[in-house]
């Protein structure tokens, strides 16, 4: 059974910089890994995936803002989110899914972590 443990989330001001880490234990098989997030009174949304093969997936709320990335060994993944927005602040959660997972939306995954909070405001 696969484990991930989210950390970096915080405060900050709009305009500054996060780097999400999400550590995965438990795996040995091919997969993919994305993140979502979820505000209070908000529809839970996918922001970024990355699949096998390298392929990758941004909502269009944070394209251009966000990346992801993982370690070579693939047992972390990482989301870095630059200009953030009053918009961005929710709990972000890391996921998870074995293959075959190519295509998939992010909260598709069946697998995901307890979550970071993340606020940005003035």
């Known amino acids: 059974h696969v484990r991930l443990v989210e950390s970096g989330g915080g405060s900050v001001q709009p305009g500054g910089s996060l780097k999400l880490s999400c550590k995965i234990s438990g795996d040995t098989e091919n997969h993919c890994v994305g993140w979502f997030r979820q505000a209070p009174g908000k529809q839970r949304e996918g922001v970024a995936a990355?699949?096998?093969?390298?392929?990758?997936y941004y909502s269009d709320s944070v394209r251009g803002r966000f990346s992801i990335s993982q370690t070579a060994a693939k047992d972390t993944v990482f989301l870095d989110m630059n200009n953030l927005k009053p918009e961005d602040t929710a709990m972000y959660f890391c996921?998870?899914?074995?293959?075959?997972?190519?295509?998939?939306?992010?909260?598709?995954?069946?697998?995901r972590g307890q979550g970071t909070q993340v606020t940005v405001s003035p």
């Open positions: 990355l699949y096998i093969h390298g392929s990758k």
């Open positions: 996921a998870y899914e074995l293959a075959p997972c190519n295509g998939l939306y992010p909260t598709d995954f069946s697998e």
